[in-house]
C-alpha cells in the first residue's frame, strides 16, 4: 500500500504540474535567471545535459500528454491496489497478479538492454527473472510443482489449531 501511496502523491504532483504548467514554467525562468545575474553569470542557459536540461525536457512535455502519463499512473496504482488488497487476503489471484506484473517489466528491460549494456540494467533483468522464477516455484503458480491443488493442501495443514498445536512445545 505504500506503494500505491507514493503513486498517488506523484499522480497529484503530475496533474498539479499539467495544469499549471506555463505559470510554473514562468516561476522557474525568472528564480534561474534571478539566480544567475545575482551570481555574475549569464542569464541564458543553454545546457544539453545536466539537471537544467531535465526541467525544460519536462516543460516540453504537452498538459494532454501529462494527462496521458497521469492516467497510466492512476491505472497502475489501481491495480496495485488490488493486488495488495488480494495479498492481504491470501488470494490466489493475487500471487498470479503479481507474476504478471514482474514479466510485464521484462520486455522493457530487453529494450533497454538492446539500447546499451550496463551493470545495473543487467542487473535489473536478473533480478526480474530470479523474482518471476521464486514466485513461479514457492506460489506453484501454473501448475508447477503440483499447482493450486498441492498448494491448498499445503496450507490447509500450516493453518488451524491442529498446526498450532502440532508446533507449540508440550507443558505438562
Known sequence: MIHVLVLAVVLVALVGFADHRAQLHGDYVRVLDGFQSSSGGITSYPTHHGLLHSIDELFAVSPAKLHWYGTA?????????????????ARRWAEYLTLVEVLVLLPPTALELANGVSAIKLVGLMLDLLLAVYLLWTKRLFGVRGGGAVHRAERATDSGWTALERVTPHRC
Open 73 to 89: 499512473i492512476a491505472a497502475y496504482a489501481t491495480v496495485n491496489a488490488l493486488e495488495a488488497i488480494g495479498l492481504w487476503g
